[in-house]
Structure formats: C-alpha cells, structure tokens
C-alpha cells in the first residue's frame, strides 16, 4: 500500500510538472504573438493606414488570424466600426489572449459581417478575406 501511494505521488508530480511545462510553452507562444503583431504592425500602422486591409494580411507571414470579431459604431448601430482579429483556434475568451483592433476608416453593414459570421462561427475563412480585404485601415491597435 505504501508504494501504491508513492507511485502514485511520483506520477502526479510528474504530470503536474509536465502541465507546468506545456503552460510555459504556450505562454512563451503568447509572448512572441504579441512582439511580431507589436511590431510588424501596430508600430508601423502608418504604412498600413489608408490602405486595404489585404495588404496587411499580406504582410502576415508568421501567424493569421483566426477568428473575427465585429462591434457595431456607437451612433449607428447597422454600421461596423471596428473588427477585433483573434489568433487562436477557439471562438471563446483566453486568458491574457493577444488581439488585433482594426478601425476602420468607413463602416460597412453590420448585418453583412454577422452573417458572415454566424455562417462560418466566427472564424476567419477566405469568405471573410474577401470582405474585409478591400476595407480601408483607419488604425490598428495591438493588446493583451
């Protein structure tokens, strides 16, 4: 019985050290995500602004997004504002999560990228690529 108990202590300090690895790897994937956006676009946004967001996303050589987020403007709320780009797989809230804020500098019809939306669950697919590519950067903001 004690060495049941001691195996069995060994195995979950093993795999509680083994979590703790795969949580420093992810987060190191974090870290790098918000450098290369930070600094392959936020700091230089006036190369980008007043141009089509498929330029940008043209530029993205190392990660892309991966899901798409609309807000509507605050006086009219048929009209998007602004887009929040994702980079990770999953449509739910991550922790400390990286983000792409695109303003744009005219809106266009919140009923069309929510259907959009809704069809492909909020993932980013080329239909959206079409969309969004000829919409004009206004400016980009990069956050955790």
Known sequence: MKYIFVLLSCVFCHLHAQHKIDLDKKNTKELD???YLKTNFE???SEYRGKPFSYLLSKMTRIYPRTVWNTPDIKDSTIVERSLFRFYDINYPILNETKMLIIWQTGFSYRTADAYSRRNKYYFTNA???LYGSMII???LVYR
């Open 33 to 35: 995500t918000l450098h």
């Open 43 to 45: 700091l230089k946004k």
């Open 138 to 140: 206004k400016d980009i």
């Open 128 to 130: 959206e690529k079409k």
